[in-house]
């Protein structure tokens, strides 16, 4: 064998090496492929069921939304601010352009900073421009409720579900009845106030008829209780009654004291006649 051909019968020793190494290794990638594309059917069968639940989830979802917002009407949200706090009147940068009319009523929602909402009410729009409106009350505002709105971002609603409009006039009647109870009482304490004073005036009055006082007049003409109490006379009356008592108590001091002096001058003037030197008897007969 000359050299080409020991030549020729290495390269064929080597491709047939190279062949079967290769051929090894296709059908190696090939079943990794196969495994692949088993493995992907399987995945992309669980994929495409999972979507399928997830579309439905979806248009469930989407449905139950689009139910719950066919209650609430159109929706904006707009920058509010009070204009004029004893109306309740509020601006709002949304008008007509908004699709916003004049006389239409709308719900005001206050926003917080943790996404949550207040509902203030049902309002009226009073004047509707391109791109600004405002807006008042549909109850009767109280001062109290108005201190309590912040401007700011407010969301408001065509519709309102009637579960919160009902509780809403629930509370204003509530509200309502409270202000009159409210104010009968404030009337009641009013006239009590009233009773109170005219009777402290009374007995102030009374006080100063007794112990005198600048409630009574002070015309000479009238008599000393009635310009100076009755307390003030009657103890003149009675210091004037003790004098007279002490007085009659001294005179009789005195009458006891002059019968006393009489009473012990008739009994010395005994004594000194019994002393006398007595006539005789037959003188006393001749007497007799």
């Known amino acids: 064998m000359n050299v080409w051909g020991k030549v020729l019968a290495f390269l064929v020793i080597v491709a047939a090496a190279l062949s079967t190494y290769f ?18 059917v399987k995945s992309y069968e669980a994929d495409e069921k999972q979507l399928r639940d997830l579309q439905a989830q979806f248009l469930k979802v989407q449905t139950d939304t689009e139910t719950a917002l066919r209650s609430w009407g159109r929706t904006w949200a707009a920058d509010t601010q009070v204009a004029i706090p004893a109306e309740g009147r509020l601006a709002i940068v949304a008008g007509t352009g908004q699709g916003l009319v004049e006389k239409q009523v709308i719900h005001g ?24 409106s405002t807006v008042v009350p549909t109850w ?6 108005v201190v309590n709105w912040k401007g700011g971002q407010w969301r408001w609603r065509g519709l309102v579900p009637t579960a919160y409009t009902d509780r809403f006039d629930d509370q204003l009647l509530a509200f309502a009845k409270g202000d009159e109870t409210l104010g009968d009482r404030r009337a009641a304490v009013a006239i009590q106030d009233r009773l109170i004073a005219e009777a402290e005036r009374q007995l102030k009055f009374r006080v100063a008829e007794l112990v005198g006082g600048d409630e009574l007049p002070k015309d000479e003409a009238l008599t000393a209780e009635f310009r100076e109490g009755l307390v003030k006379p009657i103890e003149e009356t009675e210091d004037s009654r003790n004098a007279v008592l002490l007085e009659i108590a001294e ?13 012990r001058l008739q009994a010395e003037n ?10 005789p008897a037959a003188a006393v007969s001749r007497r007799d």
């Open 23 to 40: 051929t090894a290794k296709l059908i190696q990638v090939r079943n990794s492929w196969t495994k692949k594309s088993q493995t992907f």
């Open 109 to 132: 929602f206050e926003l917080q900073q943790d996404g949550s909402s207040i509902y203030r009410g049902p309002f009226l729009v009073a004047t509707a421009q391109a791109d600004r």
């Open 270 to 279: 005994l004594q000194l006649t019994q002393r006398l030197p007595q006539p």
């Open 251 to 263: 005179l009789r001091a005195q009458v006891r004291a002059r019968r006393d002096a009489v009473e």
């Open 140 to 145: 009767r505002v109280r001062p109290q409720d």
